[in-house]
């Protein structure tokens, strides 16, 4: 009986090691990058890119409705939750869902995002005023169309990630957002937003907000060029920086 027992308890012992060291696998740099970029695929969407969205529920500091487990979690990823509005994600596995699930619980040790010291209304000032953001930006219908417009940004990116937007514009450009330079024959070079281009022709929106088409074999010089989006990190200060923050994250499109 002993020799059962002792079998029993080492066979209890290695299940738990291996499936320790089965988790571990999922919390290494790569599986969390790749768990942020499912998220945002699979669940930004509903939760938001924060993972707010939903009342009651704040993904991004572990808050559900009530305690999971990460095994619970990966299982409400990959099933949903009958008769309410989580649906099933049938084409993801569970290691995928682990993937998520590991992102997750990063995001909860994590430094509180700045936004969470940040006034939205203050920022909003600051937004229209001293940071004249709307020489470049659109929000709601109001402002400029060169850049790109925020009215949903809020849904679409992190405050993490625009809060580096303001500090380091360069640092990431979205494909939509880059700016291209054509000098055609016998005039200025003209910079603006790139549309689209192909093999023979361009079209991109100047800085006058034009749009405008060219054919390359007719042009001097075309190519990309870096993004007029300034740095705010010697023009705000800190709380300035996070109350702008903060009116970006709450800019979720009109009703």
């Known amino acids: 009986m002993r020799t059962i027992a002792h079998t029993l308890t080492v066979l209890t012992l290695g299940i738990a090691l291996a499936s320790s060291s089965a988790r571990a696998q999922h919390e290494t740099a790569f599986d969390i990058e790749d768990g ?6 699979s669940c930004a969407n509903c939760h938001g890119p924060d993972g ?76 229209e005023g001293k940071g004249a953001c709307m020489d470049c930006h659109r929000v709601n219908g109001q402002g400029s169309r060169v850049g790109p417009d925020l009215s949903s940004i809020g849904l679409l990116r992190r405050a993490a ?16 957002n880059r700016f291209y330079s054509v000098t055609p024959a016998g005039s200025e070079p003209i910079t603006g937003r790139l549309l689209n281009h192909d093999t023979f022709t361009v079209q991109l ?51």
């Open 36 to 41: 942020a970029r499912a998220f945002a695929q």
């Open 52 to 127: 707010d969205l939903i009342a009651g529920i704040d993904l991004g500091r572990g808050l559900y409705r009530r305690p999971l487990s990460d095994a619970e979690i990966a299982d409400i990823i990959v099933n949903g939750i009958p008769d309410t509005p989580m649906p099933p994600t049938p084409r993801m596995n569970e290691q995928q869902a682990y993937r998520i699930v590991a992102y997750l619980r990063s995001l909860e040790i994590a430094p509180a995002a700045v936004a969470d010291s940040g006034n939205a209304a203050r920022g909003k000032l600051i937004f």
């Open 161 to 176: 990630e625009l809060e580096q937007s303001l500090l380091e514009p360069a640092a990431e450009v979205q494909p939509s």
């Open 205 to 255: 929106f100047d800085t006058d907000e034009r749009l405008r088409s060219f054919v390359k074999a007719d042009l001097l010089d075309h190519g990309f060029v870096d993004t007029p989006m300034p740095s705010f990190q010697d023009e705000l200060g800190a709380q300035e920086i996070a109350d702008v923050v903060a009116w970006l994250v709450s800019l979720r499109g009109t009703p």
